[in-house]
């Protein structure tokens, strides 16, 4: 009884209050007492930039909300060789419901913080909670936009497109705070050049010489070779090609 006390005020698990996938993400689909519920079960942890959060072909026992953070989704062939396919960002939802192994491997690209619950505990309250499921479906078909999108980028959009568009991306989501009338931003790049380079379909030497482009341009600004300042988002929207 102490210990409900503890974890709870005014119904919201003290877990709960100030998490921002709460306000933004799935959870903010279930009311107080499923929150509670979830929370007895749910853990939060920081991952270091590099470590696996899902492997490919992994059976899924867990989903996670991503608190802070940016994590990489990569596609393996037989022989080794990767893809990066996909970013995510805070408060997105890692794991692929209704199914018993993970089709995709998940990697903290930068220091990342997560809530992590068992996947029986939320597939019971989705039983329970329509409306979590509207908001599950709603973020696949945004990542299905997207994917769209991103196929745009790289089938028909030139390297300095490529470029830009994919620091517009990074702009628009690595703060979920930021307002969405902004103009503008800064931010570390989640990834390095090659990763970058893989991301895009273009080599090393094509990426860095787009961003050297963009900055002496004056779209962007760049220090210590990873943080990226945009003072007109508007100007690199129109870099994008969009």
């Known amino acids: 009884m102490t210990m409900r006390q503890d974890i709870h005020s005014s119904g919201i698990p003290v877990l709960c209050q100030s998490c921002e996938a709460r306000h933004r993400g799935v959870c903010g689909a279930l009311d107080a007492e499923q929150l509670a ?56 939802f890692l794991g692929r419901p209704f199914k018993a192994e993970s089709a995709i491997n998940a990697e903290a690209a930068t220091a990342v913080s997560v809530c992590s619950f068992p996947k029986a505990a939320i597939e019971r309250i989705m039983k329970e909670s329509p409306e979590l499921e509207h908001r599950l479906l709603k973020q696949t078909l945004n990542e299905l936009d997207e994917a769209r999108d991103w196929m745009v980028t790289l089938g028909r959009k030139s390297a300095s497109e490529k470029v830009a568009s994919f620091l517009l991306m990074i702009a628009r989501n690595i703060d979920p705070a930021l307002d969405p009338s902004a103009q503008s931003t800064s931010f570390d790049l989640p990834l390095i050049r090659a990763d970058i380079a893989d991301f895009l379909g273009l080599t090393i030497e094509t990426v860095s010489r787009q961003l050297t482009r963009l900055r002496s341009d004056g779209v962007i600004r760049i220090e210590n070779n990873r943080e990226v300042t945009v003072d007109n988002l508007t100007r690199l929207q129109r870099r994008s090609g969009v």
């Open 37 to 92: 519920g979830l929370a007895k079960t749910s853990s939060r942890h920081n991952v270091e930039p590099g470590v696996e959060l899902i492997g490919d072909a992994e059976t899924v026992d867990n989903y996670s909300n991503l608190l802070s953070g940016v994590v990489k989704l990569t596609k393996s062939l037989s022989d080794g060789r990767q893809q990066i396919v996909g970013l995510q960002f805070a408060p997105d």
